[in-house]
T-cell receptor
Framework: NAGVMQNPRHLVRRRGQEARLRCSPM?????VYWYRQLPEEGLKFMVY????????ESGMPKERFSAEFPKEGPSILRIQQVVRGDSAAYFC????????????FGSGTRLTVV | KNEVEQSPQNLTAQEGEFITINCSYS?????LHWLQQHPGGGIVSLFM???GKKKHGRLIATINIQEKHSSLHITASHPRDSAVYIC????????FGKGTRLHILP
C-alpha cells in the first residue's frame, strides 16, 4: 500500500495517559499535516511538518500536544495527560512540497478517552 | 464568518437525481479540494482544482476563481454516494468547510 498509513486505527486511553498517533506519509512525500475532527464538527488544521522541521503549528493546543517528523520513521502526534475533550478523529495527510500535486489522506486514528 | 462556506449542510435525494453541492470561500487560494468521507471512514480526495472543470466518472467539479465559488455535481446519484462531502482550500495550509451530509435514498 503506497498510501498514507496511520496507526493505530482506534486508540482508547484513560484520562491522564499518553496517546501516540503515528503517520507514515505516502512514498516520496516529504510533508505531513495533522488535522483533528471533533464529533459533529469539521476538520481543523493542527500542524504542518517536513522532515525534522515544524513549519506551522498554529493549530496545535498550547499544552500537552506535540508533533515530530524525524529523519527516519513516521510522524508522531503525541498527546500527554489526555482528557475527555481530546476524544476525536485525528487525520494525517501528506504531500510533495507546496502541495502542488494535492494531498493524500490517511484513514485516521479514532482516539477515545475514557 | 467562516472562510469556507458550504451549502446545503444536509441533502437527501432519491436515487438517480442530479446533485449539486456548493462551496464559497473568502480568501485567496492556490487550489480547492473536494473530499469525501464515509461514516466511520477515512477521507478520500476527489478533486483538486485551480481553474475550470474536472470530471471523474459521475462526479464533476467546477471552480470560478473570480467569484470564489466551486460546485460539486453528482450525476445519476446512487445510495453508495451517501457520504459527507467536504470542500477545502489551500492557502498556506488547508482550510476546511464543515461538510455537506448527502443521503441518497434507494
Amino acid at each position: 500500500n503506497a498510501g498514507v498509513m496511520q496507526n493505530p486505527r482506534h486508540l482508547v486511553r484513560r484520562r491522564g495517559q499518553e496517546a501516540r498517533l503515528r503517520c507514515s506519509p505516502m512514498k516520496g512525500h516529504s510533508h505531513v499535516y495533522w488535522y483533528r475532527q471533533l464529533p459533529e464538527e469539521g476538520l481543523k488544521f493542527m500542524v504542518y511538518l517536513q522532515k525534522e522541521n515544524i513549519i506551522d503549528e498554529s493549530g496545535m493546543p498550547k499544552e500537552r500536544f506535540s508533533a515530530e517528523f524525524p529523519k527516519e520513521g513516521p510522524s508522531i502526534l503525541r498527546i500527554q495527560q489526555v482528557v475527555r475533550g481530546d476524544s476525536a478523529a485525528y487525520f494525517c495527510a501528506s504531500s510533495l512540497p507546496t502541495g502542488s500535486n494535492g494531498y493524500t489522506f490517511g484513514s485516521g486514528t479514532r482516539l477515545t478517552v475514557v | 464568518k467562516n472562510e469556507v462556506e458550504q451549502s446545503p449542510q444536509n441533502l437527501t435525494a432519491q436515487e438517480g437525481e442530479f446533485i449539486t453541492i456548493n462551496c464559497s470561500y473568502s480568501v485567496g487560494i492556490s487550489a480547492l479540494h473536494w473530499l469525501q468521507q464515509h461514516p466511520g471512514g477515512g477521507i478520500v480526495s476527489l478533486f483538486m482544482l485551480s481553474s475550470g472543470k474536472k470530471k471523474h466518472g459521475r462526479l464533476i467539479a467546477t471552480i470560478n476563481i473570480q467569484e470564489k465559488h466551486s460546485s460539486l455535481h453528482i450525476t445519476a446519484s446512487h445510495p453508495r454516494d451517501s457520504a459527507v462531502y467536504i470542500c477545502a482550500v489551500s492557502v498556506d495550509k488547508i482550510i476546511f468547510g464543515k461538510g455537506t451530509r448527502l443521503h441518497i435514498l434507494p
